[in-house]
């Protein structure tokens, strides 16, 4: 028999991280997590539909926040804007769509994070592996088994 631990409210995670609960940052942290991979745009969308008038440049320094403290994970994929997730601590990576911009998490492959070791590490202590996938989702790629389109760079 398996048992799933109650979620934690965005409330408890704030004061977890020693930050200030504030109606803002409850609603970023909820609309990311409604919204894996949100965009900051989509982030100042779903804040003000929930509270009215915010300023992009507070939704701005919420993120900042909130990325600071550990509550959220910001991902720049290449030619895409920034991306924010509440998905944190595991050292996991993506695959990106290169046509719509569609992003899905991708679990370490090897081990514990950091999951892949370097070849040289130049002295440098690794801390985390970031590896983007790219390709073409199945949406862009078409579902039919004839559909044989591969990315290019």
Known sequence: MTSTAPAVSPEELLRGAGLRVTAARVAALRAVGENQHATADAVLGSVR???GTVSVQAVYDLLHALTDAGLLRRIEPAGHPAR?????GDN????VCRSCGAIGDVDCTVGHAPCLTPSDDHGFVVETAEVTYWGLCADCRGTAPDAD???RP
Do not use: D, G
């Open 49 to 51: 539909a929930e509270l």
């Open 92 to 95: 996991h990576h993506h695959i």
């Open 84 to 88: 924010y997730e509440r998905r944190t």
């Open 149 to 151: 389109r591969t990315a």
